[in-house]
């Protein structure tokens, strides 16, 4: 069990321009989830995926985010025209599947974050 | 909507020295709550969670807490603090059913004086 792995861990780029960052959750684990954490904050759902299936999203994602899982394994992030305010700890999590009868909750595994500063 | 609230922005506390760390939540039905900690550079840690049954849980690294319907908490204690504890720890709720994402507080800075 390798944990939960995201790339970059830190991203500096400059405001208008696009970026793209990738979490790798740990192996048979169907459920992936996105978190923001901003400074002096805790961490914001943003959305999450159910195998490849993008099953909620949350009122922070604005048009110009947009997550993939395609093949219901890795997942991408990607940011365009970025803008200042889209500063943060970009987290992501994993979980495994829910079992009938089991607990109704599944721990979610964190990664280490990618840290986007826009200048 | 469910919310997570730590009154505490910083702790300081004495090593040797006994600690509690409040949460209170908001949530319309029975909630799934969790306490993560968060050292730097480094993911999100679970310590422990409430899914129902015993209100007092036990966790990881000599950490408990205990819920409490009636005051809609659910504190975190150490009896004994190590200075390695000096981290932020988040409280979370879950909500049940199909998405189980997870709503934190805004963390309380833990600092251990030598």
């Known amino acids: 069990d390798t944990g939960v792995s995201q790339d970059p861990r830190h991203k500096i780029t400059k405001r208008g321009q696009n970026v793209t960052f990738r979490c790798d959750p740990i192996?048979?684990?169907?459920?992936l989830y996105w978190y923001r954490q901003t400074l002096g904050q805790g961490p914001e759902f943003l959305t999450y995926?159910?195998?490849?299936?993008?099953?909620?999203k949350s009122r922070l994602l604005s048009d110009r985010f947009s997550a993939e899982r395609p093949k219901g394994s890795f997942s991408t992030l990607e940011i365009q025209r970025t803008e200042q305010g889209d500063s943060a700890m970009y987290l992501c999590?994993?979980?495994?599947?829910?079992?009938?009868?089991?607990?109704?909750?599944?721990?979610?595994?964190f990664g280490p974050g990618t840290r986007l500063t826009v200048l | 909507a469910q919310s997570v609230t730590q009154p505490d922005i910083h702790i300081t506390v004495s090593e040797g020295a006994s600690l509690e760390l409040r949460c209170n939540y908001s949530y319309g039905a029975t909630p799934y709550l969790f306490w993560y900690v968060q050292s730097p550079g480094q993911g999100l840690q679970l310590l422990l969670k409430?899914?129902?049954?015993?209100?007092l849980v036990q966790g990881i690294k000599g950490f408990e807490a205990e819920f409490k319907r009636s005051q809609s908490s659910f504190n975190l204690r150490k009896p004994s603090v190590h200075w390695s504890d000096a981290a932020e720890y988040f409280c979370?709720?879950?909500?049940?059913?199909?998405?189980?994402?997870?709503?934190f507080g805004t963390g309380t800075q833990l600092k251990v004086e030598l």
């Open positions: 995926f159910q195998n490849e299936a993008q099953l909620e």
């Open positions: 409430y899914f129902s049954g015993d209100t």
């Open positions: 999590a994993s979980s495994s599947p829910l079992k009938r009868g089991g607990t109704p909750y599944n721990e979610q595994f």
């Open positions: 979370a709720v879950g909500a049940g059913g199909g998405g189980n994402k997870l709503t």
């Open positions: 192996s048979e684990h169907n459920r």
